[in-house]
């Protein structure tokens, strides 16, 4: 009876007092030894594990700070440091206290393992919570630190601003404070309150999970897009056969793609064994007309470097080595390609010529080697003395976006925009919540419309660990507002049915046109052709960018900034070559056209229409912009000696019957003129007028009239 009133005393008296840690010690259960020894085995067994996570965690953030001299560290940085051992450690530490809720030391390990392998669970904040109740003189001196940073991952601005300003003043009592701790609290304050400044004013866009066919329970992230939106590429830690990484027990990482038909995305399929090797294989970037695949893979004797792959018909290349220029001992990330192809943005953390640690470089395509040049860092204008990452230029040619630390990010990377104006850089606009958020956001890529774009996140709801998603801009508010902060976030699974906004929907689009399509012989069996293409600035008379067709498929895929009048050509040995003009104003904004090229053989009656060849209006002077043009065919002709050609202009019906055949007759004979003046025989070339005589196409509409009014060759003779 004693011994009854004994223990019901004491354990009343145990709840009734103020909250205090009661460690793992036997005189502290006396009552409850064989309980006490069940629940040490499991403490000792999780601390073990702690131990060995923690150990490895603590060793990145020694060398991170002493490789880069600042913080912040993020948990981008932090990722799979002691990841595995915190995972073994939940299970037995959370065991442990169910025996012993009230060990600010436990706490504070099942807090800190939370956090690193799942910092937004409930369970982060509730353990770290109760250490911060239980603390003494003799706990844990950082919990408020990390409490702080999980409110701050929660959105809980108020909260985390609080606890970091206790770390800050305990940090700064300390007889020899820490500069560099002290800047990175600083720095978490800020970014708080800019979390609170930006999330009460969200962005108008729609976020969807892109479905089962791309995600899976694993990993998926760092997307690359083609710029039309028909393929996309990425990373996974699925299974696929591969073994796991000793250091977080996860997949190697292994690089799948998936085709959009009929607007939806196919299975993912696996990039094959040339790509996907038996270690880490990531996407670092993609060409925007996805025939060149960048890949990013580490080795014991560097930081990690960028391979490049094309595409050869419908297989993969085996990934070559970029050049010094690019790759150094240090570690080089992710890349994006200029929509011209003759410039290469990546992210490097290479100490000379830096402004901290990883910054945005770029190397010129050397013309006369057809190789990387030196590379150049972006400058202050968009590197910080934080991290930049995630680097794509825009198939527009002047808007880049990238994560950073720096400006004013809501937390760890932030997604960027920068615009290049009169050879400058603008200063970088942070897009927003919920685009960003107090998490990092890495890898954000923009279709060539610049409606949409695509991103990795660990959203509740998704398939498993991080999933990819779609963001769909929405432009500026129309009434009736928005009712909600939730209606922003629209699931596939669960979209929103009571968005209300008016049905035409005002979005800013990227100033570029996408044209694609398939390149074959003519015919009826309509042969694919590996052609190469030419895109010319007819302005300046040279050639901005050389592009090829898919050896198997004919597809082709070129973007055209707005801003420049373009000549198109499309060339393959044995016919003759094709002419397109694509006159792009400034002011053009987004549009995708779909023009199939079919390439004629050099025979008797072949004609092709020169839609390069230009004059002034009513006058038979050849403009400057025809150069390219008719600098093809001299080349054709000198090619074939035996050609016998008929130049022949025609007009539309405006004017007079006569003046159009007048008109149509002189600029036939300027060009032949232009010919024979290039060494071109006389005898091989007949110059004819037709007025308005032959049109193609109705001349009730402008551009029916504008179609027919062309200048032509037709083979007379071969």
């Keep these: 009876m004693k011994k009854s009133i004994y223990t019901f005393l004491f354990l009343n008296t145990f709840f009734l007092l103020p909250a205090q840690s009661v460690e793992f010690d036997k005189n502290n259960f006396l009552t409850r030894k064989d309980e006490f020894k069940d629940a040490m085995r499991k403490y000792e067994a999780g601390l073990i594990f702690y131990t060995e996570g923690r150990k490895d965690f603590d060793d990145f ?5 002493m490789n880069k001299k600042y913080f912040p560290i993020s948990l981008f940085d932090y990722r799979h440091s002691g990841d595995q051992s915190f995972r073994n450690a939940i299970t037995p530490l959370t065991d442990a206290n169910r025996f012993n809720a009230r060990s600010v030391k436990l706490n504070y390990m099942l807090g800190f393992s939370w956090f690193v392998t799942s910092p937004l ?3 982060t904040i509730h ?8 603390q003494d003189n003799s706990g844990e001196t950082d919990v408020a630190y ?9 959105s809980r601005w108020d909260d985390a601003i609080k606890y970091y300003e206790e770390h800050l003043t305990h940090l700064q009592k300390r007889a020899k404070a820490n500069a560099l701790a002290i800047e990175d609290v ?11 400044t930006l999330s009460a004013k969200p962005e108008r866009v729609f976020v969807d999970n892109l479905g089962e066919n791309v995600n899976s329970h694993f990993p998926e992230y760092s997307p690359s897009i083609t710029a039309d939106e028909g393929t996309i590429f990425f990373t996974s830690r699925r299974p696929n056969g591969g073994k796991r990484d000793v250091n977080d027990n996860g997949y190697f990482e292994d690089v799948y793609s998936s085709a959009k038909e009929k607007g939806k995305w ?6 094959g064994k040339l790509i996907n090797t038996d270690g880490h294989d990531a996407t670092a970037g993609l060409s925007p007309d996805g025939t060149k695949l960048f890949l990013y893979r580490s080795t014991p004797t560097d930081g990690g470097d960028i391979y490049q792959s094309e595409l050869l018909g419908s297989e993969w290349r085996t990934p070559v080595h970029l050049n010094k220029n690019i790759n150094t001992k240090f570690r080089e990330m992710s890349v994006s390609m200029s929509f011209d192809g003759k410039r290469l943005y990546f992210i490097s953390d290479r100490q000379i010529g830096g402004f901290g640690g990883n910054d945005i470089y770029y190397c010129d395509m050397d013309a006369a080697t057809g190789d990387w040049g030196i590379a150049k860092n972006l400058g202050a204008e968009i590197n910080t003395k934080y991290d930049e990452e995630a680097v794509f230029m825009h198939p527009d040619g002047k808007t880049m976006y990238f994560s950073s630390k720096g400006y004013n990010s809501m937390g760890g990377y932030d997604v960027f925009k920068s615009t290049l104006v009169n050879g400058k850089w603008s200063a970088p606009v942070n897009l927003g919540y919920p685009i960003n958020g107090p998490d990092d956001d ?5 279709s060539g419309s610049g409606n949409r774009a695509y991103f990795a996140s660990a959203k509740p709801g998704g398939f498993g660990d991080h999933d990819l998603y779609k963001i769909t801009f929405l432009g500026p508010e129309k009434s009736p507002l928005l009712s909600t902060q939730d209606q922003l976030l629209a699931m596939v699974a669960n979209p929103v049915s009571d968005l209300k906004t008016q049905s035409a929907v005002e979005v800013k689009s990227a100033k570029l046109t996408i044209l694609k399509g398939l390149i074959y012989e003519e015919g009826e069996k309509k042969k694919p052709l590996e052609s190469s293409i030419e895109l010319i600035d007819n302005e300046k008379n040279v050639v901005l960018a050389t592009f090829k067709s898919n050896s198997s498929t004919g597809k082709y895929l070129v973007t055209l900034p707005s801003g420049k009048n373009y000549g198109l050509v499309v060339k393959n040995e044995g016919y003759l070559f094709h002419s397109e003009n694509f006159d792009l104003p400034d002011s053009t904004d987004f549009q995708e056209f779909n023009l199939d090229i079919a390439l004629k053989k050099i025979e008797v009656g072949s004609i092709i229409i020169l839609k390069n060849i230009f004059f002034d209006s009513g006058k038979s002077t050849i403009r400057s912009e025809s150069a390219n043009e008719l600098a093809r065919l001299v080349k054709l002709l000198k090619d074939n000696p035996s050609l016998k050609i008929e130049i022949s202009s025609h007009t539309d019906n405006i004017g007079s019957d006569d003046y159009n055949m007048k008109l149509s007759n002189e600029r036939s004979k300027s060009v032949v003129d232009y010919l024979i003046g290039h060494s071109v025989p006389a005898t091989r070339l007949v110059a004819k007028g037709y007025g308005e005589t032959r049109p193609v196409e109705s001349n009730d509409t402008a551009e029916g009239r504008q179609n027919n009014r062309r200048t032509e060759f037709k083979i007379l003779e071969k």
């Design 61 to 65: 953030r020694r060398s991170f700070i």
């Design 121 to 123: 669970s409930k369970e």
């Design 127 to 134: 353990y770290l919570e109760t250490a911060y109740a239980l």
């Design 146 to 154: 990390w409490l702080a940073w999980a409110y701050h991952l929660n």
């Design 186 to 196: 600083n720095k978490k304050i800020a970014e708080c309150h800019s979390g609170k």
């Design 266 to 271: 196919q299975a993912a399929k696996s990039l």
């Design 442 to 446: 890495v890898y954000f890529v923009v």
